[in-house]
C-alpha cells in the first residue's frame, strides 16, 4: 500500500513495529522521492532515540497502533541510519545503502514513479509536515427562537413589613404651663 503524504505527515512520533507485531522504535521523520512520495521513514531506536534507522514505506501500512513494517526489528535497527533531528536529504550513496541493506531492486525505489533508479547526484528530497490549527466557521444550519409566556398559579406565603405608629401622651408639669 502506497502511502498519501497526508497519512505519513499523521505518522510521526507514532509506534513503528516490525511484522509480527512487536515495537521496534517511534517514527522520526519521513522522506520523500522528487515527485513528493513518502518513501523512507527513520524509526528512532535506542535508549535515547539518537539513532534513526532507516525503514522503506513502500510495503508498509498503517494500523491502530502506529506503522507496521514488513521487515523484522534486527533488520530494521541494523539498517544504515541517519542523525537525529537531520535536515539533509539523503544522497545517492545512502540510498545505494539502504537498497542494498534490504535487498531491493532499484525499479522499486522512490523514483518508480518515473520508471528508473536515482541518477548519479540525484537525491531524494526529504520534507517535514508542519502542523497549522485554526477554525473556520460553515453554516450547519438555522436556528429559530421562539418565546412563549406560561401562566401558573402558586401558593406561597410572603412576608410583609409594615410600620406601626402609637402617640404617647404625657401630663404637662405645673410649671411649664404657659
Known amino acids: 500500500m502506497k502511502l498519501s503524504a497526508q ?25 520523500t522521492d522528487a515527485a513528493g512520495e513518502p518513501t523512507w521513514v527513520s524509526v528512532k531506536t535506542g535508549v535515547m532515540g539518537r539513532k534513526e534507522s532507516m525503514a522503506p514505506l513502500d510495503k508498509a501500512r498503517i494500523t491502530d497502533g502506529g506503522l507496521a513494517v514488513d521487515y523484522d526489528t534486527s533488520t530494521v535497527k541494523n ?21 542494498a541493506h534490504y535487498h531491493l ?14 541518477a548519479a547526484g540525484e537525491d531524494l528530497i526529504r520534507s517535514e509536515e508542519r502542523l497549522r490549527v485554526g477554525t473556520e466557521s460553515q453554516p450547519a444550519g438555522t436556528a429559530r427562537l421562539r418565546k412563549y409566556v406560561v401562566t401558573e398559579d402558586v401558593h406561597t406565603t410572603v412576608p410583609v413589613e409594615h410600620d406601626e ?11 411649664d404651663a404657659r
Do not use: C, F
Not at 81 to 97: R, S, Y
Open 165 to 175: 405608629v402609637y402617640v404617647e401622651r404625657e401630663p404637662i408639669a405645673a410649671g
Open 105 to 118: 531492486q532499484p525499479q522499486g525505489a522512490p523514483s518508480a514513479a518515473r520508471g528508473r533508479a536515482p
Open 79 to 99: 539498517a544504515p541510519a541517519v542523525d537525529a533531528g537531520t535536515d539533509e536529504p539523503l544522497n545517492t550513496a545512502q540510498i545505494e545503502q539502504l537498497y
Open 7 to 31: 497519512q505519513a505527515s499523521s505518522l510521526y512520533g507514532q509506534d513503528v513495529k516490525d511484522r509480527s507485531g512487536s515495537k521496534i522504535g517511534s517514527v522520526g521523520q519521513i522522506w
